[in-house]
């Protein structure tokens, strides 16, 4: 089954303790990236990748880093949160040759609260 | 600088009416146009799509109009079904084949029985 994986689903942190949201992703595409979801302001993208090794900002990166070093794998790290970042992640993936946006595969989502 | 909007939060539908749920966006670069379907606990499914070479998209109970001299894209969905409560985002990009989708702000369907 084609399938995007988050972990953790759900965690309450404290200002300041680096964390990370592990994304896995058994489809052997490309291209991943992180999306954060707040209210009245839909998703928006943190960070994407074009491949292993291979990644770029997105609309809203401050405070947060990523790594590929495997292509299933995409972790976001956020290495000092804060209550700013409390929100609803999602990672997501699609094929890059000849894909569009119904190719996209999202996760079921990482509830983070920081307090 | 929110470059696609859905200016209504939420919308409620009779079961069996037609849903009409809208979307604008500004910048004149994008020419492929999306919608997805979230419910609540899970992540964002896609639902249809249409590129800018076409005004009109159907899929089943589901269409997708784009008025690009407007910078404007509805869907419809005819009939409505209880099951089509959820929360809707349009999404849009600069060319087909860009993941890199910019999202509207959601619209929150419910369809009463």
């Known amino acids: 089954e084609a399938q995007v994986t988050q972990n953790p689903r759900y965690l309450i942190t404290v200002t300041g303790k680096k964390l990370t949201v592990t994304c896995s992703q058994n489809?052997?595409?490309?291209?991943m990236s992180w999306y954060r979801q707040d209210p009245g302001l839909g998703l928006r993208q943190i960070y994407y990748s074009m491949n292993v090794e291979v990644t770029d900002k997105g609309d809203v990166p401050e405070g947060y880093k990523v790594s590929r070093k495997e292509k299933r794998n995409f972790p976001l790290i956020l290495e000092s949160p804060s209550p700013n970042q409390t929100s609803l992640y999602f990672c997501?993936?699609?094929?890059?040759?000849?894909?569009?946006?119904?190719?996209?595969?999202f996760g079921e989502g990482s509830w983070l609260t920081v307090v | 600088d929110q470059q696609v909007k859905q200016n209504s939060p939420s919308l409620s539908v009779q079961e069996g009416r037609i849903s009409i749920l809208n979307c604008d966006y500004t910048?004149?670069?994008?020419?492929?146009f999306l919608w997805y379907k979230k419910y609540p606990a899970e992540g964002p499914t896609f639902l249809i799509s249409i590129s800018s070479i076409k005004d009109k998209n159907e899929d089943g109970r589901f269409t997708v109009f784009l008025n690009k001299s407007a910078k404007h894209l509805s869907l419809h969905i005819v009939p409505s079904q209880p099951g089509d409560s959820a929360v809707y985002f349009c999404a849009a990009s600069a060319y087909f084949g860009n993941e890199k989708l910019t999202f509207g702000t959601g619209t929150r369907l419910t369809i009463i029985p």
């Open positions: 910048n004149s670069m994008f020419d492929y």
């Open positions: 489809m052997n595409h490309e291209y």
């Open positions: 997501a993936s699609s094929p890059l040759a000849g894909n569009s946006g119904n190719t996209i595969y």
